[in-house]
Antibody, heavy 123, light 108 residues
Framework: QVQLVESGGGVVQPGRSLRLSCAASGFTFSTYAMYWVRQAPGKGLEWVAVTSDDGNTVFYVDSVRARFTISRDNSKTTLYLQMNSLRREDTAVYYC????????????????WGQGTLVTVSS | EIVLTQSPGTLSLSPGERATLSCRASQSVTSNYLAWYQQKPGQAPRLLIYAASSRAAGVPDRFDGSGSGTHFTLTINRLEPEDFAVYYCQHYDNSPFTFGPGTKVDIK
């Protein structure tokens, strides 16, 4: 079945780095834009980043631009989020999500979500 | 950046009643690129509505989305016990594709 499984979360000190992965299965990964969305404990959803199906178009929310990098390996059907210079305010559950329609456009809703991976930034 | 405001913050209703949730945008959302999601505790969000009024696959027809421009509405007709949750709107017009703060629908 269609599935997204995140991994790579954990406890990390402020200023350090972490890379999240999202393994996709059950659909043609290379034809869908993909997103990262996060949710701080007890808070609402925050959109983080998007990559087009070919990885050539990416966008970020201002608070992570220049610190986070979204990328994908279509041969491995995996989405990544490289997070550098982590701050306490980056503590959240990070979800990967799929665009609801195939194609290179990034402007889309998200119809498939992973279960999330918790990142805790703390000394 | 488009800022989304949702109201009310909390809606207390009984099963069988109708819920009306509002989402207002700080500027017009072109092409009605507006989605609604449902989230229950400990779960990932679930897509309910996309393009302001199109129901996602498997979503019951008691969920209706409407609106355009800067004002959008999610209506849940005849609330079922499983509908008590938090609802978020999100635009995907231009980056960043922000979410609203959410409306919690709880049992009265």
């Amino acid at each position: 079945q269609v599935q997204l499984v995140e991994s790579g979360g954990g406890v990390v000190q402020p200023g350090r780095s972490l890379r999240l992965s999202c393994a996709a299965s059950g659909f043609t990964f290379s034809t869908y834009a993909m997103y990262w969305v996060r949710q701080a404990p007890g808070k609402g959803l925050e959109w983080v980043a998007v990559t087009s199906d070919d990885g050539n178009t990416v966008f970020y929310v201002d608070s992570v631009r220049a610190r986070f990098t979204i990328s994908r390996d279509n041969s491995k059907t995996t989405l990544y989020l490289q997070m550098n210079s982590l701050r306490r305010e980056d503590t959240a559950v990070y979800y990967c999500a799929r665009a609801s329609s195939s194609g290179s456009h990034v402007r889309d809703a998200s119809d498939i979500w992973g279960q999330g991976t918790l990142v805790t930034v703390s000394s | 950046e488009i800022v989304l405001t949702q109201s009310p913050g909390t809606l207390s209703l009984s099963p069988g009643e109708r819920a009306t949730l509002s989402c207002r945008a700080s500027q017009s959302v072109t092409s009605n690129y507006l989605a609604w999601y449902q989230q229950k505790p400990g779960q990932a969000p679930r897509l309910l509505i996309y393009a302001a009024s199109s129901r996602a696959a498997g979503v019951p027809d008691r969920f209706d989305g409407s609106g355009s421009g800067t004002h959008f509405t999610l209506t849940i007709n005849r609330l079922e016990p499983e509908d008590f949750a938090v609802y978020y709107c999100q635009h995907y017009d231009n980056s960043p594709f922000t979410f609203g703060p959410g409306t919690k629908v709880d049992i009265k």
